[in-house]
């Protein structure tokens, strides 16, 4: 999954549906999602555009979509944050969120 910074993610967001796992480097839960978010990205590549915001690098970002606790995915329908969820969900559940997104 690419990441990205205050400069990208506008156009990352644009058209479609994308999620985006925001997350620090130093964040446990975050080490935890971050694998099934990379499986899910390889399972949905032509339905779905994945991306990571580091909230440590990308503070505006953060404060922008009121990111207080990570990790926060959010998924994003024609750059309009559409459904987002904190914390560890199973990988079905949040396929569920993506597919119910399309």
Known sequence: MKIVDNNEFGN???????????????????????????????????????????????????DEYHISSIPTVAIFKNNENVNQFVGFLPKEEIKRLIENTL
Not at 39 to 60: A, C, P, Q, T, Y
Request: glycine share 6%; hydrophobic share 45%; aromatic share 8%.
């Open 12 to 62: 990352e967001i644009k058209g479609g549906v994308t999620v985006v796992d925001f997350f620090a480097t130093w964040c446990g839960p975050c080490k935890m999602i971050a694998p099934i978010l990379e499986e899910l990205s390889e399972e949905m590549k032509e339905k779905v555009n994945f991306i990571k915001v580091d909230v440590d690098k990308s503070v505006d970002l953060a």
